[in-house]
């Protein structure tokens, strides 16, 4: 609760204090301010990108992180159960717009890749609508993702709530009323696992 009161009060100052802000870098191994972050972003690069979870270790691991590390994008490491609600309440900086690395959209993809997506995507169409119905309300939609590339799977989130935003807002006390994110399952085109499931599909 303190936490919170102090993003709140924070908040209200955002051009004062966002300078002193610092988080992990997926590039660089140590701290570093949106300032040097935003300093070292591609020309094209719309988005700041981040990651949430209890270590710098396990984000490391993160499924969703991996198409954006492998393209050399930075990825800011977010370890304090606050840190994604301040980021939220900045929404941007520098007119660079915070985005999870677990958001419905990445916008990493080329022309070429959007296509290619497009037409998988459309040509297994009526294999995710079957996986949706069985899953039913575990899963808001099952998708292409154009995140993965060595993992089979992956959940993402839809919508304002995250998953990690989900995790928290429930573990406090006075919460009485259950959150709950959007899920979204997303699918590795490129793995031996999909040649198996649509594979059985047609069978």
């Known amino acids: 609760q303190i936490k919170f009161g102090i993003y709140s009060s924070y908040a209200m100052k955002k051009d004062l204090l966002q300078d002193l802000l610092v988080y992990y870098s997926s590039s660089e191994k140590k701290p570093v301010t949106l300032e040097e972050y935003v300093g070292r972003m591609r020309e ?3 988005y700041i990108y981040y990651a949430c979870g209890e270590s710098t270790a396990k984000l490391d691991m993160l499924p969703q992180t991996e ?3 492998d393209k050399g994008y930075e990825i800011l490491y977010l370890t304090d159960e606050i840190d994604e609600f301040a980021l939220k309440t900045m929404r941007d900086y520098k007119e660079k717009e915070f985005r ?3 958001d419905a959209e990445l916008d990493i993809e080329d ?8 037409k998988t995507a459309e040509d297994n169409k ?8 069985h899953l039913g309300d575990n899963v808001k939609e099952v998708r292409l993702s154009t995140r993965l590339k060595t ?8 919508g304002g709530i995250s998953l990690e935003m989900e995790k928290v807002l429930n573990a406090m006390p006075t919460n009485t009323e259950k959150v709950k994110a ?7 085109a490129n793995h031996p696992i999909f040649a198996a499931l649509t594979k059985a599909y047609a069978e």
Do not use: W, Y
């Not at 009526?126 to 119905?133: D, G, P, Q, R």
């Not at 993992?151 to 839809?158: E, F, G, I, M, R």
């Not at 959007?182 to 590795?188: Q, T």
């Open 151 to 158: 993992h089979p799977v992956c959940l993402t989130s839809d």
């Open 100 to 102: 999870s690395v677990s």
């Open 44 to 46: 094209s690069q719309k």
């Open 126 to 133: 009526s294999l995710f609508e079957f996986m949706k119905e």
């Open 182 to 188: 959007a899920r979204v399952l997303e699918i590795n």
């Open 111 to 118: 022309e070429g890749e959007k296509e290619e997506i497009k």
């Open 67 to 69: 198409m954006l590390r």
